[in-house]
């Protein structure tokens, strides 16, 4: 059979490689594209899939939708791949960790053996999520990817995050300390996780992705000819990128007045206000100091964005409703959050007072763990090997067993030497240079909003784990793959 490669020239590196098109994808695609989504949904509620049922029915999960797809491409009777570079850096990170556990190079070859079925989990994750969820993602089913036409699949996520953080909240003020009011457990607790600072870590990605979904709700529609306007003006018809059931009946009725459709929209507006709300008022009641500073960081970097590279019409809108959603929810924090909460987050420039692990021993623990790399430079000490290696060069007394480094990066050199932060340093590279190149142009689309909400929620991941593990827990480290794959996509493109 034929084959062909296009070269998307709009944006570098990219290729679709295609046997045969067709005009509409199988029904397996949809098929796996919804448990792909199902599958992202529900690895956060067993306790983030940290227990060994809960991560090994995700890898069975991840498999079970590379197989479903690669059958939906046999039923189709066309081989359609989403090439993106960071494939690359992720293969070469994977082949690092075999050349470890088959070269019997690592300090731990259980837990290595662990960590790699963990690895191709994340990464089966962000190749289905590229060739499932991204921009350039066939789009004619009923749960479509998140691009112009992915309402169904944007309103899940801003459901979802609305839903858990409104759980997280309710139980919080209700359980006290046990996780779904029956599970006791001995960290501090929030919403369906052992640690609050990993709840605030999927969060970190959740709301942006949340945000740009609002955003892009009242995003106006491209131009349309006068006759085509004065027709849908005429029959009352809802604007088509919002949910004719959240438009409500002003838009729904022919005929309907100006006045009733701003009415209309404006009550839409607090709704989905109050949507957007929720979420950021559940992280500061989590007292992650970790999740604080990085959603500010979010924010920050969202904001010299937007305004040195997007579109000059967004920047206005953007401003007003980022620094008024931003005081609303510190109002609304501030109503409900109990004294340890607020004495929580005023201990975020404090190193020293903290109930559990403080910042101070973690820069002790990270300075530690490069000491790893002295003695194993170039491949170090294997993946997943922090705990049983780390006893030997810790430098300060504690009878606390320190699984991992509470801090990614220091982990990740320790366990891969100079050649695993070479890649992660190369992946970093290419990630920010695909998630924010041609910006300008991006963000003049839905499709483009949705991944610059997935590359902020990437970026504030990045930042928090400089002082915490949150890319250890498999079910953050799931929803960073996705993510990472979205805000990377590239853009639809006809293939010749």
Request: with cysteine; aromatic share 10%.
């Amino acid at each position: 059979m034929p084959s062909s490669v296009a070269l998307d020239t709009k944006v570098p590196f990219f290729r679709e490689a295609s046997c045969q098109q067709t005009k509409t994808p199988p029904c397996l695609f949809a098929l796996t594209r919804a448990l792909l989504v199902a599958t992202l949904l529900a690895a956060p509620l067993p306790f983030g899939a940290v227990q060994e049922w809960a991560w090994g029915a995700l890898a069975v999960l991840a498999f079970l939708l590379l197989l479903l797809w690669s059958m939906g491409s046999v039923q189709q009777g066309a081989l359609r791949i989403i090439w993106s570079p960071l494939y690359v850096p992720a293969g070469l990170f994977f082949f690092l960790g075999m050349v470890q556990f088959f070269g019997h190079l690592t300090m731990d070859p259980v837990a290595t053996r662990e960590s790699l079925l963990k690895l191709a989990t994340d990464l089966v994750l962000f190749f289905m999520a590229a060739q499932l969820l991204g921009a350039s993602a066939p789009a004619r089913s009923t749960l479509a990817p998140i691009g112009e036409r992915g309402d169904t699949l944007r309103w899940t996520i801003v459901v979802y995050a609305f839903l858990l953080a409104l759980f997280a909240i309710f139980q919080f003020f209700s359980s006290h300390g046990l996780i779904y009011w029956t599970v006791k457990s001995p960290g501090w607790t929030f919403g369906p996780y052992v640690n609050h600072n990993h709840y605030a870590g999927l969060m970190e990605m959740l709301i942006p992705l949340v945000v740009a979904s609002v955003l892009t709700a009242f995003r106006k529609p491209p131009s349309l000819p006068p006759s085509h306007a004065v027709s849908s003006e005429a029959s009352g018809q809802v604007p088509q990128n919002l949910p004719a059931r959240l438009a409500g009946p002003a838009y729904q009725q022919a005929g309907a007045s100006r006045a009733g459709r701003e009415s209309s929209t404006t009550a839409l507006a607090v709704f989905l206000g109050c949507v957007v709300l929720i979420p950021i008022v559940s992280v500061l009641l989590s007292g992650s100091r970790g999740g604080l500073i990085s959603l500010a960081m979010e924010v920050l970097l969202a904001a010299v964005l937007i305004f040195l590279r997007g579109p000059a019409s967004a920047r206005k809108t953007t401003a007003v409703l980022g620094s008024s959603a931003l005081v609303a929810a510190a109002l609304l924090f501030v109503w409900m959050a109990p004294r340890q909460s607020l004495e929580r987050l005023e201990t975020v420039v404090d190193i020293t007072h903290s109930r559990e692990v403080g910042l101070g021993e973690r820069l002790v623990a990270s300075r530690d763990s490069l000491r790893i790399l002295r003695d194993h430079p170039w491949l170090g000490a294997g993946l997943g090997s922090f705990e049983t290696v780390f006893h030997r060069y810790q430098g300060f007394p504690g009878d606390l067993t320190w699984d991992h480094a509470h801090n990614d990066y220091a982990e990740a050199l320790a366990e891969t030497g100079i050649a695993g932060g070479a890649l992660i340093l190369f992946a970093l590279g290419l990630f920010f240079w695909l998630a924010f190149g041609n910006l300008r142009e991006r963000l003049k689309h839905r499709a483009g909003w949705i991944q610059f909400g997935a590359a902020l929620g990437c970026c504030g991941l990045l930042v928090h784990s400089l002082a915490d593990f949150n890319l250890h827990i498999p079910a953050n480290a799931a929803w960073f793959a996705a993510c990472a794959a979205i805000a990377t996509s590239p853009p639809r493109a006809a293939v010749p």
